[in-house]
T-cell receptor, first 115, second 113 residues
Framework: NAGVTQTPKFQVLKTGQSMTLQCAQD?????MSWYRQDPGMGLRLIHY???????DQGEVPNGYNVSRSTTEDFPLRLLSAAPSQTSVYFC??????????????FGNGTRLTVT | DQQVKQNSPSLSVQEGRISILNCDYT??????FLWYKKYPAEGPTFLIS?????DKNEDGRFTVFLNKSAKHLSLHIVPSQPGDSAVYFC????????????FGQGTILTVHP
């Protein structure tokens, strides 16, 4: 069982470049989300989706786009990379609702450096 | 302003002793509280949770305590083991928020043999 798979593991971009971080889950989870982790800041929610065709903004959405065309995939697009987007990005999924039996499952992260 | 704070960036304990990790939150509307554990180069993994209708939840060596009046959450690990060395994040949610968790900054726990 693969769980949540993120690609690539590492990426270096130059300022102004664009790229897409891939996320796929094989657990048939309705809910998917993207977080970024920065030193001293914990994990902050970027965008989330409660099902195919539905997305919404989290705490820090600026500079990022998402779409959800299938239940399995939730790519995160950086439109024009900036050094402030240097971070570790985590994708997570869960069943809809937040109960004792539906905690978030995280991928292993993508470490992005923007120079 | 951070709604969830873990004021201790790091904690060091001896193997076999108790580890106590603390978390404070500001919004009384939060009603679901979780702890996640993270090893280097891996994603966070769910550890234990508690809802606001309880004040304690236990799972093996891990116990989470909730003090709603103080808006304070703690995780006790007894006995601590070297394999528990990791970053621990508390997270909170309110109502039917579909996993819109708000995380604390994390506490690095080191358990010495």
């Amino acid at each position: 069982n693969a769980g949540v798979t993120q690609t690539p593991k590492f990426q270096v971009l130059k300022t102004g470049q664009s790229m897409t971080l891939q996320c796929a889950q094989d657990m048939n989870h309705e809910y998917m989300s993207w977080y970024r982790q920065d030193p001293g800041m914990g994990l902050r929610l970027i965008h989330y989706s409660v099902g195919a065709g539905i997305t919404d903004q989290g705490e820090v959405p600026n500079g990022y786009n998402v779409s959800r065309s299938t239940t399995e995939d939730f790519p995160l697009r950086l439109l024009s990379a900036a050094p402030s987007q240097t971070s570790v990005y985590f994708c997570a999924s869960s069943y809809k609702g937040q109960g004792f039996n539906s905690p978030l499952h995280f991928g292993n992260g993508t470490r992005l450096t923007v120079t | 302003d951070q709604q969830v704070k873990q004021n201790s960036p790091s904690l060091s304990v001896q193997e076999g002793r108790i580890s106590i990790l603390n978390c404070d939150y500001t919004n009384s509307m939060f009603d679901y509280f979780l702890w996640y554990k993270k090893y280097p180069a891996e994603g966070p993994t769910f550890l234990i949770s508690i809802s606001s209708i309880k004040d304690k939840n236990e799972d093996g060596r891990f116990t989470v305590f909730l003090n709603k009046s103080a808006k304070h959450l703690s995780l006790h690990i007894v006995p601590s083991q070297p394999g528990d060395s990791a970053v621990y994040f508390c997270a909170v949610a309110g109502g039917t928020s579909y996993g819109k968790l708000t995380f604390g900054q994390g506490t690095i726990l080191t358990v010495h043999p």
